[in-house]
């Protein structure tokens, strides 16, 4: 947001990175003709001659989390057969073992952190400020004396955990399961114990950031349909149905997971629907949620389906025949009218 002279009014602004313009997006003044670009800096260049030539970006940009800033100098040995005027190999070796003495090995370890905790948000599909707000919650750690940062699988746990923290911090629909995918192997305990060390030491630093609601206040069934359905490659107008049911859903006592309750509508909506049926293991795989968890929670559901599903997707009448077949006689099932 900047003071535009025309509009006279603080507005929305684009930055064009070629001509370093800012413009303003109501009347397209160009409020400033320069923009210092952030990014890494060029290790070639292109050559005039040579159109074809692309030039690189290396490095990446300095992390504030960090006390050096992630800038940093390594001595490598020297290479055999190799031509330079360089210092003997011996000198080098020295310099070298010189330089491992004095490195901070925590710094190390928590760049490692932070390039695993990229690798899972990357994996995951997150946005940039899960990776930042992790590494930040993983820095915490670096900090606390009685809480050293250690390599290994209780480091990735440590990784896992804070990204599944901040995805809650940031109201992301990511459970423990998800997250335990990309965590090398990582069991769940490890994590869900990880995620209770980053619990404590938050709270003990006042960190208002976190909620102390249970997860499945948080995370509630509204955000996991649009996931669901995409995987499931639903229609838009399934789509509304869905979100319609689970709206209506919660006015009734169906005592079942969110993603239960979201499984066993896209199930009966799908049964529903002309075009877009999908098998009961496809809704399965798609949400994590066993078949026979889907079948208990659709049962549990059915007595209520007219109810729940928009008059303008079915009818009462289409619901009886479409689901009184499939649902209504599990357990004896009867349509509540």
Known sequence: MEICLDCKKSTETVI?????DTICTECSLVISDHYIHDC???RTFANDDNSDRDPNRVGDPTNPLLKSGGIGTIIETRKENT???????NDIFGLSRAQNLVR????????KACNEIKRMTEDLDLIRGVEFRACEIVSKFDVDKSKKLRRGKQLTALCAASVSTACRELKLSRTLKEISTVANGVSLK????????IK???RSDQDEAVSDAPPQVILKTGE??????????????ERKAIREAVEMAENFDIRRTPKSVLA?????ICQLSQTKQRHISDIALASEVVENTIKKSANDMYPYASKIIPKWYASEEHIINKLGGNIGSWDGAKLTV
Do not use: H
Not at 83 to 89: M, R
């Open 40 to 42: 890494q800096e060029w």
């Open 190 to 197: 490890d994590i869900n114990k990880a995620s209770m060390g």
């Open 224 to 237: 996991l349909v649009r996931r669901f359905c995409s995987k499931l490659d639903l229609s838009e107008k």
């Open 104 to 111: 901070n090995k925590e710094e190390d370890v928590f760049k």
């Open 16 to 20: 064009d990175l070629r001509t370093g």
């Open 264 to 268: 066993a509508i896209i199930f009966m």
């Open 200 to 202: 404590r030491l938050l």
């Open 83 to 89: 031509l330079s005027s360089v210092p003997k190999n």
